[in-house]
């Protein structure tokens, strides 16, 4: 069945170093991706998504880009703050089946000042 | 590891029934847990926070009466939807943290879909 894999945290970096966290998936479909954001003590965040392939999702400096040949939606940001500091999750959603979320088991970041 | 039960997966109702989400954690204890709604092809919404033994927190625009949520024990958070209606069909996900904090690792349940015909 359908399925993500993303890095394992936690991930530890200084605060303005770039970020990678690597993402991916296997669906028969063509699934949308997702970035998903939990900041602590709240709930699940949309980041940003990507619907079909080569498409870039972007938003607060945060970019991930739909690589269909290698099956994969890697978060990159170019320089991190410590308010980024938050669990981040990698998501799919296949919408030529019943479109149902799958989650990646999240990964952890933590910013030091 | 640790384990979000959701039951059912699926459902399907009639206009005006209520309908009842549940959400268990297996193997441990959970004093938060979150419901979630997927509309068709968009992204997941946060609906509500659910607090073991205190009332539910609701985001903006989620009708509390509507949709009804019970945590009555460290395992189990349940979701009533009420005089559920067409427009109400969507899939609903909930998820758990295991371990003490909201900083300990979050678990989701396999979703439930309904469709209220």
């Known amino acids: 069945g359908d399925s993500v894999t993303q890095m394992e945290g936690p991930v530890t970096l200084s605060e303005e170093a770039f970020l990678t966290i690597n993402c991916t998936y296997t669906a028969t479909g063509y699934p949308s991706l997702f970035w998903y954001v939990q900041y602590p003590g709240e709930g699940l965040q949309l980041l940003l998504k990507a619907t079909k392939a080569d498409d870039k999702g972007s938003n607060k400096g945060f970019e991930a880009t739909y690589r269909k040949e290698t099956t994969s939606f890697h978060l990159e940001k170019g320089s991190v703050q410590v308010s980024d500091s938050a669990v981040y999750f990698c998501?799919?959603?296949?919408?030529?089946?019943?479109?149902?979320?799958?989650f990646g088991k999240g990964t952890r970041l933590h910013i030091l000042p | 590891g640790a384990v979000v039960s959701q039951h059912p997966s699926w459902v399907i109702c009639k206009s005006g029934t209520s309908v009842k989400i549940e959400c268990r954690s297996l193997?441990?204890?959970?004093?938060?847990m979150f419901w979630y709604r997927q509309f068709p092809k968009q992204s997941l919404m946060l609906m509500a926070t659910?607090?073991?033994?205190?009332?539910?927190?609701?985001e903006q625009g989620v009708e509390k009466d509507k949709f009804l949520i019970n945590h009555a024990s460290l395992t189990l958070s349940t979701l009533t939807v009420t005089s559920a209606h067409p427009e109400d069909s969507s899939f609903y996900i909930c998820?758990?943290?295991?371990?003490?904090?909201?900083?300990?690792?979050?678990?989701f349940g396999n979703g439930t879909r309904l469709t209220v015909t």
């Open positions: 998501a799919l959603s296949d919408r030529e089946r019943d479109d149902k979320i799958i």
């Open positions: 998820s758990a943290h295991s371990g003490t904090g909201l900083n300990s690792p979050l678990h």
């Open positions: 193997d441990f204890q959970a004093t938060t």
């Open positions: 659910s607090n073991e033994g205190s009332k539910a927190t609701y």
